[in-house]
């Protein structure tokens, strides 16, 4: 159900026995625990029924975009419903500041309707299905810009919607946000972040399993780093989230 409230599912209680509590709403554990790929998972919950919305970064370790908004991301406060941020997914690649794992692209590791065929996907998919999403949110950058002829090919500035019904509005809905509020005017018509093309459930990647296996409302979130900076890149990713979750019924309280 979308932007109306619901009870939100709990992290299974093998896990939440493995983390700490900061605060009475905030629960922390690890994944992989012991292993290169380690890596913590952030819960936030508002304490009142709502979405629960699971934000994703660093997947590609050369995108540091997406793992530095995941970061930010996993100290907000909420008015409603439960966060839950893996800031960091692919902490090897991150390291590394590489594409890719010893295990390949991780984001090429989640196919349609079967196990995650890495240890490290299967975790990640773990914390996905088992927090019981309504919403899916995946942070990317990319060297190039969607449907544009300049710089190199690429799909940065766009929002990739899932099939789930409403999805594609709320990625319009959010690009027009951005240009309109996060888009100074220094920059080119072409830097305008628009609706990507529709997330189906066909390939192997995070959000069309969340597409094909959920059935619920996902995003990949491409900012460029075609003469860009880390700061700006960021910047854009943790706006985009906080429009997307805000059209999901949730909102940030800035007390964090």
């Given at each position: 159900?979308?932007?109306?409230?619901?009870?939100?599912?709990?992290?299974?209680?093998?896990?939440?026995?493995?983390?700490?509590?900061?605060?009475?709403?905030?629960?922390?554990?690890?994944?992989?625990?012991?292993?290169?790929?380690?890596?913590?998972?952030?819960?936030?919950?508002?304490?009142?029924?709502?979405?629960?919305?699971?934000?994703?970064?660093?997947?590609?370790?050369?995108?540091?975009?997406?793992?530095?908004?995941?970061?930010?991301?996993?100290?907000?406060?909420?008015?409603?419903?439960?966060?839950?941020?893996?800031?960091?997914?692919?902490?090897?690649?991150?390291?590394?500041?590489?594409?890719?794992?010893?295990?390949?692209?991780?984001?090429?590791?989640?196919?349609?309707?079967?196990?995650?065929?890495?240890?490290?996907?299967?975790?990640?998919?773990?914390?996905?299905?088992?927090?019981?999403?309504?919403v899916v949110i995946n942070l990317h950058s990319s060297k190039g810009i969607y449907h544009e002829d300049v710089g190199p090919d690429g799909v940065g500035q766009a929002i990739y919607p899932t099939t789930a019904s409403g999805a594609g509005e709320d990625a319009v809905q959010a690009a027009g946000y951005m240009n309109r509020h996060h888009l100074p005017d220094s920059?080119?018509?072409?830097?305008?972040?628009?609706?990507?093309?529709?997330?189906?459930?066909?390939?192997?990647?995070?959000?069309?399993?969340?597409?094909?296996?959920?059935?619920?409302?996902?995003?990949?979130?491409?900012?460029?780093?075609?003469?860009?900076?880390?700061?700006?890149?960021?910047?854009?990713?943790?706006?985009?989230?906080?429009?997307?979750?805000?059209?999901?019924?949730?909102?940030?309280?800035?007390?964090?």
């Amino acid at each position: 159900m979308r932007r109306t409230g619901l009870v939100a599912a709990g992290i299974p209680a093998v896990l939440a026995m493995q983390g700490t509590s900061s605060a009475a709403d905030r629960t922390t554990y690890t994944i992989r625990d012991g292993t290169p790929d380690e890596t913590d998972v952030y819960v936030t919950d508002a304490g009142e029924s709502g979405t629960t919305a699971v934000v994703v970064g660093g997947i590609q370790g050369n995108e540091p975009a997406g793992n530095r908004a995941a970061g930010g991301i996993k100290s907000w406060s909420i008015d409603s419903g439960k966060l839950i941020t893996i800031p960091r997914a692919n902490q090897v690649a991150i390291e590394r500041d590489t594409y890719v794992n010893d295990n390949g692209n991780l984001n090429r590791k989640f196919p349609p309707g079967e196990t995650p065929t890495t240890p490290l996907a299967r975790a990640i998919w773990d914390v996905v299905e088992s927090s019981d999403p309504d919403v899916v949110i995946n942070l990317h950058s990319s060297k190039g810009i969607y449907h544009e002829d300049v710089g190199p090919d690429g799909v940065g500035q766009a929002i990739y919607p899932t099939t789930a019904s409403g999805a594609g509005e709320d990625a319009v809905q959010a690009a027009g946000y951005m240009n309109r509020h996060h888009l100074p005017d220094s920059f080119p018509e072409y830097y305008r972040f628009k609706r990507g093309n529709t997330i189906n459930g066909t390939r192997p990647l995070l959000i069309h399993k969340v597409d094909a296996d959920l059935g619920k409302p996902g995003f990949i979130v491409e900012a460029t780093r075609y003469e860009t900076d880390l700061v700006t890149r960021t910047r854009w990713e943790l706006n985009i989230v906080r429009h997307l979750l805000r059209r999901h019924g949730i909102e940030r309280t800035y007390e964090n």
